[in-house]
C-alpha cells in the first residue's frame, strides 16, 4: 500500500505562482511513476505533468511551458511548479503513484486561480 499526501494549494491571482508537493510513502519510491492531474468543476479529471522513475517528464498542451513536475527520491517526494496562473487552471490537483501494476492517488489539494 502506497500513501500520498498533497500539500500546497490555495488561493492565488492570475499571474500568480504555487509549487505543489506529494509524499509518497514506501520505501522504493525511485521506482514509482509519478503524475499530477486535476479536475476542474464539472469536469473531468485530467493528466497535468508526469514524471517516469528514469526523470522523463511529458505534459499537458494546456501547461506547457508553465508548469514544472519534478521529484526527489531521497524525501519521496514529487513536486509541481506552477506558473503564471490562470483562472482556467482552478481545479482540484491529485498526485498519482504508479507502482507496477497498481495505481495510487492522494486526496487531491485546492487551487484556486481569481482576483
Known amino acids: 500500500q502506497v500513501q500520498l499526501v498533497e500539500s500546497g494549494g490555495g488561493l492565488v491571482q492570475p499571474g500568480g505562482s504555487l509549487r505543489l508537493s506529494c509524499v509518497a510513502s514506501?520505501?522504493?519510491?525511485?521506482?514509482?511513476?509519478m503524475g499530477w492531474y486535476r479536475q476542474p468543476p464539472g469536469k473531468q479529471r485530467e493528466l497535468v505533468a508526469a514524471i517516469t522513475s528514469g526523470g522523463s517528464t511529458n505534459y499537458a498542451d494546456s501547461v506547457k511551458g508553465r508548469f514544472t513536475i519534478s521529484r526527489d527520491n531521497a524525501k519521496n517526494t514529487v513536486y509541481l511548479e506552477m506558473n503564471t496562473l490562470t483562472p482556467d487552471d482552478t481545479a482540484v490537483y491529485y498526485c498519482k503513484a504508479d507502482v507496477g501494476l497498481r495505481t495510487y492517488w492522494g486526496q487531491g489539494t485546492q487551487v484556486t486561480v481569481s482576483s
Open positions: 514506501g520505501r522504493i519510491f525511485s521506482i514509482y511513476g
